[in-house]
């Protein structure tokens, strides 16, 4: 069954713990990505990946950092966290490089900064 | 860059009713519109998409319309069902055709299907 995983779906930490969000799909797909989706903000794009060792900044990238050593998993990691960044957070992944393909999320990953 | 505006936010409608979400965007480069569906507790899913070079689009209960000259798009669903509850998204591409960037997505619409 292809499949985007993503660990812990729920996480409460406390600002300036280091912590790290794991992405990893099944599909053999080239390009991933992290988005956050915030109440009236809709979803906004964190980084991208348009395969490995490639990682691109998106719309909000700040206090995020990323990496692509394999094919299958794009962790996304918050060095210091803040406030600011609790919110449900989504992994998505896409064959190739063209961005007229479908989209395929995780289930999304709650996390509270206190 | 890309802005992608949603309208309403919130969409109430009686089951068996036709829905409309209305979507406008800023970048006449842009030629790629999907639609996306999120269920409660669940990631996005891709429902229904729309390129530059077509007005209209179905499938089966939903379709999708393109006015270019005005930049707007539309999402329509016919008699609405219960399990059509859920927050829709619409998004344009940043980039005509292939490129290194994602979808800019709108703020999202909670349908609300009333029994």
């Known amino acids: 069954e292809a499949q985007v995983t993503q660990n812990p779906r729920y996480l409460i930490t406390v600002t300036g713990k280091k912590l790290t969000v794991t992405c990893s799909q099944n599909?053999?797909?080239?390009?991933m990505s992290w988005y956050r989706q915030d109440p009236g903000l809709g979803l906004r794009q964190i980084y991208y990946s348009m395969n490995v060792e490639v990682t691109d900044k998106g719309d909000v990238p700040e206090g995020y950092k990323v990496s692509r050593k394999e094919k299958r998993n794009f962790p996304l990691i918050l060095e210091s966290p803040s406030p600011n960044q609790t919110s449900l957070y989504f992994c998505?992944?896409?064959?190739?490089?063209?961005?007229?393909?479908?989209?395929?999320f995780g289930e999304g990953s709650r996390l509270t900064v206190l | 860059g890309e802005n992608v505006e949603q309208h309403p936010s919130t969409l109430s409608v009686q089951e068996g009713d036709s829905a409309v979400i209305k979507c406008t965007y800023s970048d006449s480069a842009s030629n790629y519109f999907p639609w996306y569906k999120q269920e409660l507790g669940k990631g996005p899913q891709l429902i229904i998409d729309?390129?530059?070079?077509?007005g209209e689009k179905k499938d089966q209960r939903i379709a999708v319309t393109l006015n270019k000259t005005a930049k707007h798009f539309s999402l329509h669903i016919t008699e609405t069902q219960p399990e059509d509850s859920a927050v829709y998204f619409c998004?344009?591409?940043?980039?005509?055709?292939?490129?290194?960037?994602?979808?800019?997505f709108g703020k999202g619409t909670h349908l609300i299907i009333q029994p």
């Open positions: 998505a992944t896409r064959s190739g490089s063209r961005v007229t393909g479908e989209l395929f």
């Open positions: 998004a344009a591409s940043k980039h005509s055709g292939g490129g290194a960037d994602g979808l800019t």
């Open positions: 599909m053999n797909h080239e390009y």
């Open positions: 729309i390129r530059s070079n077509v």
